[in-house]
Nanobody
Framework: QEQLVEAGGGLVQAGGSHLLSCAAS????????MGWFRQIPGKEREFVAS????????YYSASVEGRFTISRDNNKSTLYLQMDKLKPEDTAVYYC?????????????WGLGTQVTVSS
């Protein structure tokens, strides 16, 4: 099973930009759709963005569409999330995961995530 390690979290000012990455350890990365999710303490984990196995198709939650961009490099087995025009409500722990299809669900195990804090 793929092991996923998220990285790149940090403290960002509102209106700023930040890039997250997710490195996969196994050979199956390029065969799966991949997604980003986030969780605020005390709330359920929510879907953020999804990308097809070949990077051609993407899908975003309404709260981030137009501000975030998901991408992948299958040669490097790495998933990215470019976050622009950040808002304080984007503060959360961000996770990546494998997906069976381009939707809001995850199909793999969760990693430790990476914390993003947006200050106002």
């Amino acid at each position: 099973q793929e092991q996923l390690v998220e990285a790149g979290g940090g403290l960002v000012q509102a209106g700023g930009s930040h890039l997250l990455s997710c490195a996969a350890s196994g050979p199956a990365f390029s065969s799966y759709a991949m997604g980003w999710f986030r969780q605020i303490p005390g709330k359920e984990r929510e879907f953020v963005a999804s990308i097809s196995w070949d990077g051609v198709n993407t899908y975003y939650s309404a709260s981030v569409e137009g501000r975030f961009t998901i991408s992948r490099d299958n040669n490097k087995s790495t998933l990215y999330l470019q976050m622009d025009k950040l808002k304080p409500e984007d503060t959360a722990v961000y996770y990546c995961n494998m997906q069976g299809s381009l939707d809001k669900t995850a199909s793999g195990s969760w990693g430790l995530g990476t914390q993003v804090t947006v200050s106002s």
